[in-house]
């Protein structure tokens, strides 16, 4: 992949190069020959599943097209072209990091909000106030929804700019409650008596054992969480629990990472209570089932009672699993936020939106900066980001996405849109790695049965106060 890229990246050293002059003044553009087009070829990099989210590069392409036409309309003889690469392998971010201390980054990369710190601070990609401020009334930028620009700052900037958002439900399987016992009344209200906070966490794992005795599911087939971990991340799905029982990850003031000792406590006693206690999450579940075994096994909606996962992974279910047959899942599937840990708190979900950013000179060896943010900004559009949403299931970005007819005749984008002001974010901090990383190998400990729920607290104290020097612990 990194051959290729370089490949790519090398077609742009002989093309029009456009700068950004020291304090922030932008450079004027090349001039060639009366009449001769000058080609400015942009890359950029994303990661995803070729199925449902090639869209992260395509919405480049067609944005392309649109700026091709404005600067037309300038006067300008530059053109732009846009070479992409879509990641399948899951590695992307770590490739991108390589290419960008090698100066061979594309010009664009979309990867998760959570690397920005990480990026920012390293000189990877640059703060885009300026390119906003230029570009914001002219372009759709203004209709972002408010609260999606939070995850895009950093130390007083910003960073990137949202190309995706999502929620992370709690999935559960329709006949297999009616097996035990539910009217379809009953089935029906259940995410409104989560959302209202009188169903929670363990009112789930009550209800999962209570089927499992009846014989309804098989033992371990109660509840099934995220299945397996990265070389250095679990995933940001298992802080929704974390912040169900009211922890908190982050101070927003300070930027400084933080865990709460009871909160943490109530985490780990849960998920051993599902593991040991209630017995209905098998131990090979954390750390040890493959994502295609999980994928086949959960979207049937009729082998795990309940379940958590990505609303982006409705979309893979129905094209990947079920032939591309989404009345399946609308027949045997139903989806809530994430139910309050106990009673008074309230319930929850993850939405970890997904940013282009611009690379710096310093990573991708060029000063294509202002081109490629003027085709991130075209990109940012109603029509192009539902679009997207509907074939990947993601959430909107834009208010006015929420009136599109594309989006708003989607169903499922229709039901689940609610979650976003429910949810909270993963922290930019460039110890968010090492916090999460060390918090994942406690978990799979515990989950292994090597640590019970006491040792788990203390050792995750212990093990993110050496990793996270500035750690707050309340």
Known sequence: MRSIAIVLLGLAVAVLLVACRGGGEPAPQMQSAPGQVQIVTITAWAGGNPQTERGRIGMLEKAAERLNAQLEREGSNVRVRVEGILDTSGDMARKFVLAAQAGQAPDIVNSSHADIAAWAQAGFI?????????????????????????????????????QDTEARPLYFSKPLLRRLGWSESDIGALPDRIRNGQFTLYDMLRVAKEAQDRGVVRPGYGYWTRPVFGDNYWGGDFYQFYVAFGGSLWDPQSGRLTVDREALRKFFQFHHDAIFGYGVTARTVIGGTEWKQWHETVSRGDQVLFWNGGVWQWAEWAQGYLGGDEGRLWDNVGFALIPAGEPGRRPTTLSHPLAYMVTSEKASGRRNQELAFRLIALATSPDLNSEYAVQSKHLAILRTQL???TYTRDRFLAATSYMVEHAFFLPNNPDYGRFDATLGRVLLALAAGQLNVDQAVERAIADLQSAVPELVVR
């Open 126 to 162: 640059v703060p885009l106030d300026q390119y906003i401020a230029k570009y914001r009334d002219s372009t759709d930028l203004k209709d972002i929804i408010p609260n999606l620009w939070e995850p895009m700052r950093f130390r007083g900037a910003t960073w990137a700019v949202p």
């Open 403 to 405: 009136n599109d007819p």
